[in-house]
């Protein structure tokens, strides 16, 4: 399995592809831009040219660019769904020209309005922006912790857009900390073993092209998105060793979303390695 980190671009793509191979990693994710923003910003040509470049000579590869965490496809705001549609199908394009595999994204919430309504709208804008997707390039659901009226809380729910949408580019990202926060028990290999027959059943293991792999303090069930440091939270290191070593998921790509500075991320990296046999 490759393994890497979700990696901050702001200090030049050069010094974020070296951090990453300085901490052995073999992919990396990044924002294209401000996260928590809608202003879409454009790199430079040849710095974009660079950068993969860098990728390809350091082998992190495939990459994976995160979307805004503004991104709501299922709002009733006109204005809203307008810059979600824009930031994703930027950065899509975006990927197409900088050799990145998977564009990861957020579903949104479904706010006070019906479920069936915005599940709807749901999948006519995915169908919209797959319309236009290029070769080579995967747009990637990544579920939810499942509070409030957050989309894809659900295996059920995240298959039902890939059946209903139906089209091989768009894919699903699993965070642990997240399935585990909306009651999936992943802590041991009889509860991984339970859930990847979900996920074979309700999304098709091959649809799941990432995983971002979080511990979490959250109990399970609860709800709630927060991450926590590799073994030392609820998941533990017997979930994640039956997780990432499991023979139906090695050919995934793992990227760590943990906390803190670069002491965090080697102590997260070290947990990781010494998981995955």
């Not at 070296?18 to 401000?34: K, V």
């Not at 928590?36 to 660019?65: C, V, Y």
């Not at 080579?136 to 989309?151: C, K, P, W």
Request: net charge negative; aromatic share 6%; proline share 4%.
């Amino acid at each position: 399995m490759r393994f890497g980190l979700h990696t901050p671009v702001g200090k030049g793509y050069e010094k974020a592809v070296t951090y990453a191979a300085e901490l052995g990693c073999r992919t990396i994710q990044f924002f294209s831009g401000n996260p928590r923003g809608f202003r879409i910003t454009d790199p430079k040509p040849e710095a974009w040219a660079r950068f993969a470049a860098l990728r390809r000579e350091h082998d992190l590869l495939p990459s994976a660019i995160h979307t805004s965490y503004l991104v709501n496809l299922a709002t009733e705001r006109e204005d809203h769904l307008a810059a979600s549609l824009a930031l994703i199908a930027h950065d899509l394009a975006l990927a197409s020209s900088g050799d990145i595999a998977y564009v990861n994204t957020h579903l949104g919430s479904y706010g006070r309005r019906e479920r069936a309504d915005g599940h709807l709208q749901v999948c006519r804008m995915l169908s919209e922006l797959l319309d236009a997707i290029r070769p080579g390039v995967y747009l990637v659901m990544e579920n939810s912790a499942g509070a409030g009226n957050l989309v894809g809380g659900t295996l059920e729910e995240l298959g039902g857009f890939l059946r209903e949408v139906d089209h091989p580019q768009l894919a699903v990202c699993i965070d642990t900390a997240h399935a585990w926060a909306a009651g999936y028990k992943i802590d041991d290999a009889p509860g991984v073993e339970a859930f990847l027959d979900h996920v074979e059943r309700d999304v098709g293991i091959a649809r799941v092209k990432m995983l971002h792999v979080n511990d979490t303090l959250v109990p399970l069930g609860g709800q709630r998105d927060r991450h926590h440091h590799i073994g030392e939270g609820l998941i533990g290191t017997g979930g994640f060793a039956a997780l990432l070593n499991h023979a139906e998921l090695r050919e995934k790509i793992a990227v760590l979303e943990t906390p803190g500075e670069r002491a965090e991320d080697e102590r997260n990296v070290a947990a990781l390695r010494s998981i995955l046999r």
